[in-house]
């Protein structure tokens, strides 16, 4: 999610390939979240509670920031730069 | 559009408030433009709006929860649901202001009753409005 700045990006996709093509119903269902939940959260239309990010590093067997990682904008102008 | 049953449910809401008050809203505008000053002739105009919103509640639901999974309301769900109260409950708050303000210069009852729906109303579409575009523009 990009809010004032802030941006947060996963790995979601990358992770569910690699499990198989985990579907986004079954990683929902492992979770306790709806479908369109981890679809808002894989397109970064919504940064998750932190124990829903657990559970879904957990899912993958990953640690958190594995799965999901903090990039401030300040970062990112400087790395382009 | 794929929407989760939460999102349905609030589709089905905003449009049984459309249809249901907003009816009646143009009904009563009607009546009170042709002079209607007393309160009793809009009661069963506003029942019949009330048993609409409810009978397109249901049905809608009913629908919503056959032609998918009826999935609990999960975080984001909840997130949604608070952001967009607070960003609505403020019209209710000045219609109810209003309405007291109405009433200190002895305005009728028929327009202070009005102003409290109509305020109840706005309140009730604009966080449906905003639930819907949390949903689709992300939160």
Redesign the interface.
Known sequence: ?TQSGISIRNQIRTLRFHHGEMTQQKLADQV??????V??IE????S??LE?AFRIAHVFGKPLEEVFQYVAASRVTATNS | M??????KSVWIQLFSLVVGLGGYLVVAGLMLSNGVSALPPFVPVFAVAVVLIVAVNIAGHVVAAITNRS?EA????RLIGCRAESGSSWILGVGVIGAILSLILSVGGVWVAHLLLISLFGSEVTKDVLQIAY?R???
């Open positions: 999610m306790g979240v709806t479908r369109q939940t679809n808002a397109g970064g239309k919504y998750p509670s829903v | 794929d929407m989760s049953f939460e999102e999935d999960d975080e984001r769900d949903y523009r992300g939160i």
